[in-house]
Nanobody, 124 residues
């Protein structure tokens, strides 16, 4: 089992920055992708970014490329999502998730472990 706990959400204005954290515990996560997904009200869950824990390889969804940066701290078993130049359309519940390295990191259906989510609201 891998337990994931997100933090760092909140209410910000358009153009502001915010950093989300995802703390992992339980079994070792080196053989996993850790990813961020988001779900806005009435919409499907969307891939935001993912990181291959073993070597830090990063992947981004098209909507956030150039604005968001994913990173990890091995010593703290914590993943981060630095979100810059936030837009109202970034408003969503953001989820942290983990999946084994058996396939690519984009499909939410392949993620096994999920956090409880953290709300990000960007006002215009």
């Amino acid at each position: 089992q891998v337990q994931l706990v997100e933090s760092g959400g909140g209410l910000v204005q358009a153009g502001d920055s915010l950093r989300l954290s995802c703390a992992a515990s339980g079994r070792p996560i080196s053989p996993y992708y850790l990813g961020w997904f988001r779900q806005a009200a009435g919409k499907e869950r969307e891939f935001v970014a993912a990181i291959r824990w073993s070597d830090g390889g990063a992947y981004y969804g098209d909507a956030v490329k150039g604005r968001f940066t994913i990173s990890r701290d091995n010593a703290k078993n914590t993943m981060y999502l630095q979100m810059n130049s936030l837009k109202p359309e970034d408003t969503a519940v953001y989820y942290c998730a983990a999946k084994p390295l058996l396939s690519g990191p984009v499909d939410s259906r392949l993620y096994v472990y999920w956090g409880q989510g953290t709300q990000v609201t960007v006002s215009s």
